[in-house]
């Protein structure tokens, strides 16, 4: 059973920066993406970047290209999310999670607990 643990949200005004971390304990590495996904009060969680860095493929939500930039360490089982000129519509609790396919949540075989992100305007 691997554990996902996230870090780096924060509150920040519009058109600041976060970075985003998610590392991976426990469990074997699986060869399937790793992702982030965002979830905001009242809307149903969707995928924001995901990455795999084996077979050379990352995904991005329109609403984030050109602003994130999702990197991925194997030998640290870690994944990123460097994250430019927030918006308000950016806030929401994002996850990790590991073992899935693109940005297609239901596909993910673990998921982290969350960190918040707030942009305020």
């Known amino acids: 059973q691997a554990g996902l643990m996230e870090s780096g949200g924060d509150s920040v005004q519009a058109g600041g920066s976060l970075r985003l971390s998610c590392t991976v304990s426990g469990g074997s590495k699986g060869s399937r993406d790793m992702a982030w996904f965002r979830q905001a009060p009242g809307k149903e969680r969707e995928g924001v970047a995901a990455?795999?860095?084996?077979?050379?493929?990352?995904y991005y939500h329109n609403s984030v290209k050109g602003r994130f930039t999702i990197s991925q360490d194997n030998d640290k089982n870690a994944i990123y999310l460097q994250m430019n000129n927030l918006n308000p519509e950016d806030s929401g609790v994002y996850y990790c999670a590991s073992q899935g396919l693109a940005l297609r949540p239901a596909s993910y075989e673990y998921w982290g607990q969350g960190t918040q992100v707030t942009v305020s305007s």
């Open positions: 990455i795999n860095k084996a077979r050379g493929f990352i």
